[in-house]
């Protein structure tokens, strides 16, 4: 167990919706980060927050958009979903930006 | 692209055999780690390597790093069918503030 929780572990929904993925980083992490994982595209950064500011951006698509909370939890809002969008979507935290990060276990999305 | 590329892509061997996988990465680094993937769960971190260092152990693990290669290698001894899974190099750059991902390499050994 790593520590960081994600809500729900799995989600199902029709294109067009939108949904919004939580995440709990380890106790005393500051920065969390967002990854994609689908089978084509491999694991896929798209954003980091620091300490509730964005600190870094990936291949975030303008449909997604996160934040960092006071509490340090994260959330991932995807809007205007696509079949396209189907894939793992893990959260990890880490103690600030380059140490070892520790991955949830993800939230399976699928979109039909 | 990926700051981190692993080779082979995928990997096959038998139980009993070492398993050896490598990275290449583009530009300066501050440290280098290894993940494992099982499938459908989350990466979980194996061994960080400093720019520093040259080679690091931790049980059956032995990373080596090259900076004036810009590669590293994972080795696994004595393999397992538990073994079994995605391996991912991720690599530090200096003011970047986050870890880069690369592709991974996938271990299947057979029992």
């Known amino acids: 167990d790593s520590g960081v929780t994600q809500t729900p572990k799995h989600l199902i929904t029709a294109t067009g919706q939108r949904v919004t993925l939580r995440c709990s980083p380890r106790?005393?992490?500051?920065?969390v980060y967002w990854y994609q994982q689908s089978l084509d595209q491999g694991l896929q950064f798209l954003i980091q927050y620091y300490n509730g500011e964005e600190r870094a951006k990936g291949n975030i698509l303008e449909r997604f958009s996160a934040q960092q909370f006071p509490d340090l939890h994260s959330e991932l809002n995807l809007s205007s979903l696509e079949l396209g969008d189907s894939a793992l979507y893990f959260c990890?935290?880490?103690?600030?930006?380059?140490?070892?990060?520790?991955f949830g276990p993800g939230t399976r999305l699928l979109v039909l | 692209s990926q700051q981190g590329e692993e080779d082979p892509q995928a990997l096959s061997i038998q139980e009993g055999e070492n398993a050896t996988m490598n990275c290449s990465y583009k530009t300066s680094i501050n440290n280098l780690q290894w993940y494992r993937q099982n499938s459908g769960r989350g990466l979980v971190h194996l061994i960080l390597?400093?720019?520093?260092?040259r080679e690091k152990h931790s049980g059956r693990l032995r990373v080596t790093l090259d900076t004036s290669k810009k590669s590293s290698s994972l080795l696994i001894t004595a393999s397992r069918a538990a073994d079994t899974a995605s391996y991912f190099c991720a690599t530090d750059r200096f003011g970047a503030g986050k870890s880069t991902f690369g592709d991974g390499t996938t271990l299947t050994v057979k029992p």
């Open positions: 106790s005393g992490d500051l920065s």
């Open positions: 390597i400093r720019s520093n260092e």
């Open positions: 990890a935290s880490s103690t600030s930006g380059q140490e070892t990060q520790y």
